[in-house]
């Protein structure tokens, strides 16, 4: 229900805001802006996501399938599941839902998007096989959904590219800073579900995994910045990520074939679902983007950022962080609106600016939590979220607030 009030009020609010700018500010462009904007999401949903994801999907389902018969991902559940069936405490020891969850969770460690969808939507499947209710997200989904909004990346790989791009003279300056705004905004996450859920985190299990995962972060910060220059690091981060999603690909035929499997015949097997889940996913895309779209055009989050401008210099608190604001208030709606809005940041006020390294590590804070709540829900026909938005969020906010501390103390 909580989304339907969502995609309904997207709507109205971007009426209302329109009809004020029409009638009060005389803008007669306003409703043809916000019409234009929803044809091109709907295009956009069809044709750059959901058609050229289907390529994607076909590829990396046939993958994981290689990966299942080679026993692959039955050994990543196995590895994983002391700390998993804490925090997954529905999803039963070695089930296949863990690996593919870790599968999803390691390709966005990597920063590799294009293979964490396919990943994540299978993991999403899996999952559904054990809800008993199929139209409304179990506990374990909304688990799993937050901890992928939340975005965790350890090689922010896209946005160093893009700092290149525009001439930054360390294009990597905010590897560190987005570093620890995402994993923030991921153990709230873990947090606020886990709460909701009543899952008891204080135990030595997860204290233990919690506690390695932060000791393994923060060696590995220490590592690259000790041991590597800074265009050492950008190489590292281009090679090191595409290079393991690579030797994974061969491990799990090479895996298949120590077991005499058909290899080819498997991926073709996996591989038929790709089509069919891209085409599920078609109608639930085009809605979200749309209104989307509509509360974009229609100025709305330009007038929060005004407001919320106001109301921290009434507090008497440094505004310089304002104006990146837009770049967090979207980066929820939509990743490719908030990455114009970073690029827009840096051309604004500079590359290597406060302002443009903030919107930097916006972007790089958290994951598009509207757009994946329907991607992933709308893929197993899940309606009923519950509290999945609003924990979404609660991570998202707690990714901005890391975000804006770590900047005035990188770089304030």
Same mark, same amino acid.
């Given at each position: ?52 994801? *289907? ?84 506990? *374990? ?263 804006? *501390?770590? *900047? ?5």
């Amino acid at each position: 229900m909580a989304l339907n009030y969502i995609w309904i009020g997207f709507f109205l609010v971007g009426f209302l805001a329109a009809l004020a700018q029409w009638i009060f500010l005389g803008d007669t462009e306003i409703f043809k802006r916000i019409i234009d904007g929803t044809f091109d999401s709907a295009k956009m949903g069809v044709m750059d996501i959901a058609l050229p994801l *289907a390529g994607v999907m076909t590829l990396w389902l046939g993958i994981m399938n290689i990966g299942e018969k080679a026993g692959a991902i039955g050994w990543l559940a196995k590895l994983i599941s002391p700390f998993f069936s804490r925090i997954f405490p529905e999803v039963p020891k070695d089930h296949p839902a863990t690996g593919h969850m870790v599968m999803n969770f390691s390709a966005n460690l990597l920063g590799l998007d294009n293979a964490a969808t396919p990943f994540g939507l299978k993991a999403m499947e899996s999952l559904q096989t054990l809800n008993p209710h199929k139209d409304t997200a179990s506990n *374990a989904q909304i688990m799993f959904l937050v901890l992928h909004t939340s975005g965790l990346t350890l090689i922010p790989l896209a946005i160093m590219a893009q700092r290149a791009i525009l001439g930054a003279k360390d294009p990597s300056d905010i590897f560190i800073p987005c570093m620890i705004a995402t994993y923030v905004a991921t153990v709230t996450g873990i947090i606020a579900v886990s709460i909701r859920q009543r899952i008891n985190l204080l135990n030595g299990v997860v204290l233990g995994w919690l506690g390695g995962m932060t000791a393994a972060i923060a060696g590995f910060i220490w590592y690259i910045t000790t041991f590597l220059t800074k265009p050492e690091i950008e190489t590292f981060s281009k090679v090191a990520s595409n290079l393991i999603l690579f030797a994974i690909i061969v491990v799990f035929i090479v895996g298949a074939l120590r077991r005499g499997v058909n290899v080819y015949e498997s991926f073709i097997e996996g591989a038929k679902g790709g089509i069919q889940t891209s085409l599920t996913i078609i109608p639930y895309l085009v809605g979200m983007l749309v209104a989307i779209s509509v509360i974009r055009n229609s100025g709305v989050l330009g007038y929060i950022v005004q407001g919320l401008e106001w109301l921290i210099r009434l507090a008497g608190l440094d505004t310089a962080f304002t104006p990146a604001l837009p770049t967090a208030l979207m980066k929820p709606l939509s990743g490719s609106g908030s990455k114009a809005m970073m690029i827009d940041a840096m051309k604004t006020y500079g590359v290597d600016s406060f302002v443009g390294r903030l919107a930097c590590i916006f972007q790089g804070s958290a994951d598009t939590t509207f757009y994946i709540v329907a991607l992933y829900f709308g893929s197993v026909g899940v309606r009923k979220t519950r509290y999945a938005i609003s924990c979404g969020l609660i991570a998202d906010l707690a990714g901005i607030v890391a975000a804006i *501390a770590v *900047a005035y103390v990188f770089f304030g």
